[in-house]
């Protein structure tokens, strides 16, 4: 813990209080939120903060404080989906493909690259295209797009590991392959698998709200930040600026946190990404 | 032969994906002639005739062929939504999303390795602003800066329009210049970032430190053993997101509003228009692509010893 408190440094310690701060948010909105985030009245549009409504209402009278504690939710679900999905088929292919090599290696690789040629959001819009709007289609199309990029980074570092001898002397006593992946090549590549986890998860908020954004991802009248962002567009421009620009920095500062914890973790490159 | 190979690589790539997409297409939950009619009903006759005239009833592989033949000659089919012609369409968007991704790949490059060199070689106030302009800047969702963007300066201040994309050259680089500016703000924090680190990394290099020992003029030491050699990592990253701009086009559009590719795919996903969705998917797999390869062709140029590495 202390170790931990000191790689962080205090800017490290303020990240992860807000991280702290979202996700027990989301976790206890049905408790705290003091409005149901998806009805309103019309008598109550456009209301400023006050000790009702804390921090105002929306266009449809729906209380803000209300939605974005409920919006965490969907807010972190999807990365939440994404990432998993994305480290365990990921570690899957990874480790499949160095402990076998050769041709399966190649075809494997092969899937990769085609994967590569399309950019994540049209994959992501393709598969809703096929099977129609919603969270859990862009969560897992995304969590598909992703398999590259954490596949890549967990095989080169399986690959070094493959030929030392801690990996080749079980072999050499018989002991089989999934055997020696999942006990021996599996935690050594375990803190990639966390760090890449960590900072995907902030690209795959940001393209998940974005998703949501075009109305391809959460439907209304569900509460997600992404959401928030696009039904306040209108009001923003009739001068009821709340709604998008609280919904708008609740996702730059988690996603800013993210990317700084996982910065100090470990840095990019363990998700595979060059930038 | 390096060209070449990469040339022939991609043209494989083109035509799995095609092919994987048209099946998705072909197995979505759905049929197209229930979509066609919307609900009305009808007699089986007229369900029959409609499959005949978008030829329904081929087999799958037959429909395919079709279909990547007329692609290759130009014709992408028919709107399911409008019976336009999806070849026409695609010629209509197209200039505008080139526009805008162009715009903001300038300002990317301008923005980002301007910044990022102006931190690196100065220590203090400004490499702190930068440094904290980044962190911040990368975690701003490209349609969030795009209504901030908007709300500031066309809703506040009136400087520039809040819709649309313009008529003529002069006209369309004003409507485009707040979408490009949202578009390439994530992207140029990252540029920016690692632009930063490369220039520190070469100022403390032996050869660095070695010539302004020797007297260089620092305006040359900059020039020739700084900048140029910090190009290197930075100019793969600027590929990276240059491609990367083609997705987040879609979402800038969506918010403005502009006539591009991206608003277009958006409505034939609602819509579940196939043969739009066919058709943009390609087209931009494609541009993905090509971004790509001239990317890897330009970092061949600027180290020899990619390219050499490659046909080794």
New interface residues.
């Given amino acids: 813990m202390k170790r931990f408190v000191h790689r962080m440094g205090p800017l490290g310690m303020v990240a992860v209080g807000i991280l702290l701060l979202v996700v027990l948010g989301a976790l206890s909105a049905p408790l705290i939120a003091p409005y149901d985030p998806t009805i309103g009245s019309v008598t109550q549009r456009y209301l400023g903060p006050s000790a009702a409504h804390l921090l105002g209402t929306d266009q449809a009278g729906r209380d803000i404080f209300s939605r974005l504690l409920w919006g965490a939710r969907s807010s972190l679900i999807g990365p939440l989906i994404v990432v998993c999905v994305t480290a365990a088929l990921g570690t899957l292919i990874a480790l499949t493909s160095v402990w076998w090599g050769g041709a399966v290696d190649s075809l494997l690789s092969r899937l990769l690259?085609?994967l590569f040629?399309?950019?994540?959001?049209?994959l992501a819009?393709?598969?809703?295209?096929?099977?129609g709007?919603g969270l859990l289609t862009a969560a897992f199309a995304l969590a598909i797009a992703y398999i590259p990029y954490t596949a890549r980074v967990i095989r080169s570092t399986a690959l070094r590991e493959r030929n030392l001898p801690y990996v080749r002397s079980p072999e050499l006593q018989g002991i089989t392959g999934p055997t020696i992946a999942v006990r021996h090549l599996l935690p050594n590549v375990a803190p990639l698998i966390v760090t890449g986890a960590t900072i995907n998860f902030?690209f795959a908020m940001?393209e998940l709200?974005?998703l949501s954004?075009?109305?391809?991802g959460v439907q209304p009248p569900q509460a997600d930040w992404?959401l928030m962002?696009?039904n306040?567009?209108q009001s923003?421009?009739k001068?009821y600026?709340a709604e998008?620009?609280l919904a708008?920095l609740c996702?730059?500062?988690t996603?800013?946190s993210l990317?700084?914890v996982g910065d100090k973790l470990g840095g990019r490159a363990a998700a595979g990404r060059?930038? | 032969m390096y060209v070449l190979r990469r040339l022939l690589a991609l043209v494989g790539?083109?035509l799995?994906?095609s092919f994987?997409?048209f099946a998705?297409?072909y197995?979505?939950?759905g049929s197209p002639e229930n979509f066609l009619v919307q609900g009305r009903t009808v007699t089986p006759e007229v369900l029959a005739a409609i499959r005949r005239q978008y030829s329904l009833d081929d087999p799958f592989l037959v429909r395919f062929w079709n279909w990547l033949t007329g692609v290759l000659h130009g014709d992408f089919g028919q709107s399911l939504t409008n019976r336009q012609e999806v070849g026409d369409l695609l010629a209509n968007r197209l200039p505008t999303t080139l526009a805008l991704v162009a715009m903001a790949a300038v300002l990317i490059v301008v923005l980002g390795v301007g910044l990022g060199i102006v931190a690196g070689v100065r220590d203090g106030v400004v490499d702190k602003i930068v440094v904290l302009g980044s962190?911040?800047g990368?975690?701003?969702?490209?349609?969030?800066a795009a209504?901030?963007l908007?709300?500031v300066f066309s809703?506040w201040l009136g400087w520039f329009p809040?819709f649309g994309s313009g008529e003529g050259f002069a006209d369309r680089l004003w409507h485009l210049t707040l979408p490009a500016l949202a578009l390439a703000l994530p992207?140029a924090a990252?540029?920016a970032r690692?632009t930063r680190t490369a220039i520190r990394d070469e100022r403390d290099s032996e050869h660095a430190v070695m010539a302004i020992a020797r007297g260089v003029p620092s305006r040359i030491v900059m020039r020739r053993h700084l900048v140029r050699n910090s190009m290197l990592p930075v100019s793969?990253?600027v590929g990276?997101?240059i491609?990367?701009l083609?997705?987040?086009s879609?979402?800038v559009e969506?918010?403005f509003t502009l006539d591009g590719l991206g608003t277009l795919?958006?409505t034939?996903?609602?819509t579940?228009d196939?043969a739009v969705?066919q058709a943009i998917?390609i087209v931009?797999?494609a541009g993905?692509?090509i971004i790509n390869l001239l990317v890897d062709l330009l970092y061949a140029a600027i180290d020899p010893r990619v390219g050499s590495r490659h046909t080794a």
Avoid: C, E, R
């Fill in positions: 690259d085609l040629a399309f950019p994540n959001l049209l819009m393709l598969a809703i295209a096929v099977f709007p902030g940001i709200a974005a954004f075009l109305g391809l992404g962002v696009a306040g567009q923003l421009l001068g600026p998008s620009i708008g996702i730059v500062l996603v800013a990317g700084y060059k930038a | 790539v083109l799995v994906s994987l997409v998705a297409m197995a979505a939950p962190t911040v990368f975690a701003v969702p490209t349609f969030f209504l901030l908007m709300s809703v809040v992207s990252v540029v690692i793969t990253v990276v997101h491609a990367g083609i997705a987040g879609f979402v969506y918010a795919l958006v034939a996903v609602q579940k196939f969705v998917a931009l797999v993905f692509g």
